[in-house]
């Protein structure tokens, strides 16, 4: 591409690829919730925002470049909630509380991006290596520690993100039936347990 000889004429092709590129994926995040990952297509991304069909594969190259990125939006996203957030996933609880609130917002995250989400992890390179899990890690580890757990956190840290990968919350829902809620239950009683057993005693 040729370069533009004046610097401030460059300023609104970078702004207006950055609208177009946030535009992009809050249209494919809003089709999928609306008709799910398997039946989202190019054509209809581009429709809802408001660009042409080329715009998506400037930005993208292809369908899946679009899903995993759609996917590291949302990641970002639920990042930014657990590390510098609200309660109570976010620095104002206390780290007992943020930790059980973990589970149930990763689910439902998992509950809209499942069927992308499983593609990442389907791959097994990619699936505890990627630098969102890793990030997860480190953050439960954080947590279970500050929240008094004794001993060797990481494998606990890895035993709360387990119940929490898309491809297993998929085989819950949709072969055994539970809900989205019954295993957010379940996975808070399992951190509760890893506490209240491991937790150092504050008495």
Do not use: C
């Not at 992009?24 to 209809?44: F, H, I, K, N, P």
């Not at 890690?137 to 954080?142: E, F, K």
């Not at 709360?160 to 295993?183: C, N």
């Amino acid at each position: 591409m040729k370069a533009l000889p004046v610097l401030q004429a460059a300023t609104p092709q970078r702004s207006d690829a950055s609208r177009n590129r946030r535009l992009l994926l809050e249209a494919a995040a809003a089709l999928v919730e609306e008709v799910g990952v398997d039946r989202l297509s190019t054509d209809a991304v581009a429709q809802r925002a408001g660009v042409g069909k080329g715009t998506v594969f400037r930005h993208f190259g292809s369908r899946s470049g679009l899903m995993l990125e759609l996917l590291d939006h949302s990641e970002r996203h639920f990042q930014n909630a657990y590390m510098f957030g609200p309660a109570p996933l976010g620095p104002p609880a206390d780290p007992r509380t943020r930790l059980l609130a973990f589970g149930p917002a990763r689910l439902a995250l998992v509950e809209v991006q499942a069927r992308v989400q499983q593609a990442v992890e389907q791959s097994s390179e990619m699936r505890f290596t990627a630098p969102p899990y890793l990030l997860a890690i480190r953050h439960l580890s954080i947590l279970l520690r500050d929240a008094g757990v004794v001993g060797d956190v990481e494998p606990l840290a890895y035993a709360l993100m387990s119940p929490l990968e898309a491809g297993l919350v998929l085989h819950q829902t949709e072969r055994l039936g539970m809900s989205i809620d019954h295993i957010g239950a379940a996975w808070i009683d399992l951190a509760s347990g890893i506490l209240d057993v491991r937790a150092t005693d504050r008495g």
